[in-house]
């Protein structure tokens, strides 16, 4: 059952990247979120494997959806989205095995990401090649958004570099030699980390959306 | 003796130390949707223990005889049907894709005993239930097992191993989901800033929990080392590990 | 109703078979690529482990996996030993550099650790690791906090002691691992 109507390709696209951002409104995907997101390249690399996922998956299953019969769908989801999956880890382990060993087991765990699921459920099923991809582009932006602001968070002050591995920026100088002035947050690297900085990450993403909402209401009208 | 202490050690490594939702960063979906009821939570964990479970049973056997690194079934098909008796067979790509339908399985199975013996409880858990193939927890507990088999392995464990491994992983998220539940029923009553209520303050929380679980790092190796010294020896006195910790 | 089931389940099939092959053309693609990068992370530390190396090779001797350190013209100059224990948080995987006589260690390099970030993982600075340099290899090394006043004794990390312990109890065990392989192989240093 399918029907080809619904949002177009254009809004399907700008949705994903804030309006329905996967970390801060739809809460999906928190996993790799929390687990690659102390460094830059981490994030990079991660938000790079679920774009990779997202868009075949979605691509295929919006070929295929006129096939899907709906009790074996989320059979075919799954089968899909593993096996691309599987190429995305095979690859990162041959062409940037440095990365592949730092994400580690969290390349696998991106079969069970709900945002790719989701994604195919909600969009690929139902509605042609155009708005799927541009569905898979924007929930990916949004995706590597959401990763980048956390990672930016925690590589800087657990750190003092952004994409330090690959480019070397240093935001913070190095003063381990006065430790006086400013020492690492070791915490930032670690797992508490990683939830309180999402925790408020998402504290703020709520309180500026909120305003936003009381504003419009405050005047009564059109975004 | 050995072998006890090694599984004991590793029961309260997986559980405590390295705890799935406090240290490995998985099963956070459910840990922030479901947390709001004791009961439920309760519930949720149990039946993500017994998933783990039974999955972790059906991958050890599939990957030990089927899809590891020179894995007995494999390769004496693979060499019967190449009549080459030096081939070898590696089906560890089909890995991840037998791993995630095994769980769904399990899922599957697990659901159909609860709505037979626990009706309540399955109206409770509502859209949850199927939710738990999508579990980090238990696919993560697949990978690391998938690690530990085959010619590759540098650790190689057994099917004890394996199961110890998984049900304490599972009963590891299920002490964080209750924590968690019992911590959410107390903030009811609390006054949280609007913009965090929700996942915001469940976050943070996590986050303090986690911090608290981090003291408990370095307890495995001297447990270990513990146990093995009463084991070897009964009437030594126990070392106090404590005492050679500066950190 | 059975028929339906069979029916409906042609497309799983088909995507199954598909996928199959695709997955199959992948390994068979890729996997070389893979054992290569894995080979590649010890031998790339060869050279800086053992002075005189510009590579290496694996050999097993016995149950031990080495890698023999070979100069330009493929002559022996040491080996390389692969070596894993237990640390504080997890397990350390360490490569000790020791001369061909086995007498010596040359070098240190820490291949995998999970200690405290800021403390327990200063074992992978370059300064602590320069302390193995030189050390015999008659005795086992020791941990000390104050300076080293023997040459057995090795300055632990400040507030890593267990870290310190472990990686010393690893490269020792792993000399003399090697030292008694070799005895064991007719014909070989010791």
Known sequence: ?223 | MNYVVSLVTMAVTTALINNMVFHFFVGNCPFIGVSRRLDTAFGMGAAVTFVTTIAALLSWLLTYFVMAPGAPLATGLWRLLTRDPAAAADLSILSYIVYIFVIAWAVQLVEMYIRKFFPPLYKAFGVYLPLITTNCVILFVCLEIMKHIGTGATDPWDLGKALTYAFFAGFGFLIAIVIMAGIREELDHCDVPKPLQGPGITLIIAGILSLAFMGLTGVDGNLAKLLSAKSSHPAAPASAPAAERSK | MKNSYIGQAWLVIVLSLAFGAALAAVQATLDPRIAQNKLRDALDQVPRLVPGATGGRAETIGELTVYRATDEQDRPVGWVIPARGQGFADVIELLVGVDESVQQVTGLYILKQLETPGLGDNITAEKWRNQFRGRKTGEDLLVTKAAPTRDREIQGVTGATISSVSVVGIVNSAVTKLRAALADRAGGPS
Not at chain 1, 90 to 101: E, H, I, N, P, T
Not at chain 1, 121 to 131: D, L, M, R, S, T
Not at chain 1, 183 to 211: Q, R
């Open chain 1, 1 to 223: 059952m399918s029907r080809d109507t619904g949002p177009t390709s254009l809004e399907r696209f700008i949705n994903g990247i804030l309006p329905e951002n996967p970390t801060y409104r739809q809460i999906l995907g928190i996993c790799p979120s929390l687990a690659v997101s102390n460094t830059m390249e981490g994030a990079v690399t991660m938000a790079g494997a679920v774009a990779f996922v997202l868009l075949g998956s979605n691509l295929l299953i919006s070929l295929i959806r006129h096939l899907l019969k709906p009790h074996l769908r989320i059979l075919v989801f799954t089968l899909t989205i593993a096996a691309f999956v599987t190429i995305a880890d095979r690859f990162l382990a041959a062409y940037m095995y440095d990365m592949s060993k730092q994400l580690g087991p969290y390349v696998p765990l991106i079969i069970v990401n709900c945002i790719i699921i989701a994604r195919c459920e909600i969009c690929a099923a139902k509605q042609g090649v155009g708005p799927a991809l541009a569905d898979a582009v924007g929930q990916s932006l949004g995706f590597a958004l959401g990763l980048a602001s956390i990672a930016t968070v925690r590589e800087i002050l657990g750190f003092g570099t952004w994409f330090g591995k690959w480019l070397g920026w240093r935001v913070i100088p190095d003063l381990s030699a006065q430790p006086q002035v400013w020492s690492n947050w070791v915490i930032m690297i670690l797992p508490p980390g990683a939830f309180i900085t999402l925790g408020l990450l998402m504290g703020v993403m709520n309180g500026i959306e909120h305003a936003r909402a009381a504003r419009l209401k405050r005047t009564g009208g059109k975004q």
